[in-house]
């Protein structure tokens, strides 16, 4: 029953920057994480970044530095930014809510496309 709706996919150029969101909206069991994965063609779907119940993140990424989560407790959003894009960046986004004695939940995912 609980729902997540992304935006803020697209194409963008080598070197720029865009900003992903995620809402999620029914039935959540408290505590939950929220969290970011990317999958491209033919590759597993690994996380990129969330944020604990707690407010502490985790990174899946090694390039850490290119990636910022923030997360809304009151609103229960999640947004990352990606910084410095690269073509390797291209997959297809999905927001997950991960309730820590309950289930996990996906959104439906939102494209990257890193060309020029």
């Known amino acids: 029953q609980v729902h997540l709706v992304e935006s803020g996919g697209g194409l963008v150029q080598p070197g720029g920057s865009l900003t992903l969101s995620c809402a999620a909206s029914g039935d959540i069991a408290s505590p939950f994480t929220m969290a970011w994965y990317r999958q491209a063609p033919g590759q597993q779907r690994d996380l990129v970044a969330n944020?604990?119940?707690?407010?502490?993140?985790i990174f899946g990424v090694s390039e850490k530095h290119r990636f910022a989560i923030s997360r809304d407790f009151a609103r229960n959003t999640v947004t990352l930014q990606i910084y410095n894009l690269k073509p390797g960046d291209t997959a297809v986004y999905y927001c997950?809510?991960?309730?820590?004695?309950?289930?996990?939940?996906w959104g439906q995912g939102t494209q990257v496309t890193v060309s020029s």
């Open positions: 944020v604990l119940s707690s407010g502490a993140s």
């Open positions: 997950q809510l991960h309730e820590n004695y309950g289930a996990q939940y």
